[in-house]
């Protein structure tokens, strides 16, 4: 199955933005339960927002207030607008699709192989 296709992961400097982009040609992103997930090298892959096909939005509490979660349907694309980024942001970031509902890794079928996102002090 071809995976998500992520984009827009870079370094800045802290306090900085970035906006993520996940996109998949032929994938209809309406009827999914969407997130994006995050992992820092040698850690644990976290959650980090999710968005429901009825638009409704959870976010980590590391990240309330300072990331957004939002998608376009009709371009079948999928965002996280990153602001004030911490170094403690720094990790490679996953959007991730389920069919059925919002849960933990497992519950996500289809999954993009990451953007590396990298925020210096």
């Known amino acids: 199955q071809v995976p998500l296709v992520e984009s827009g992961g870079g370094s800045v400097q802290a306090g900085g933005s970035l906006n993520l982009s996940c996109t998949k040609s032929?994938?209809?992103?309406?009827?999914?339960?969407m997130a994006w997930f995050r992992q820092p090298q040698g850690g644990e892959r976290e959650v980090v927002a999710t968005?429901?096909?009825?638009?409704?939005?959870t976010y980590a509490d590391s990240v309330k207030g300072r990331f957004i979660i939002s998608k376009d349907n009709p371009k079948n694309s999928l965002y996280l607008h990153m602001t004030s980024l911490k170094p403690e942001d720094t990790a490679a970031y996953y959007c991730?699709?389920?069919?059925?509902?919002?849960?933990?890794?497992?519950?996500?079928?289809?999954w993009g192989q990451g953007t590396q996102v990298t925020v210096s002090s």
């Open positions: 968005i429901d096909p009825d638009g409704a939005t």
């Open positions: 991730a699709a389920s069919q059925y509902r919002r849960g933990f890794q497992s519950t996500y079928a289809t």
């Open positions: 032929g994938f209809t992103f309406r009827p999914y339960f």
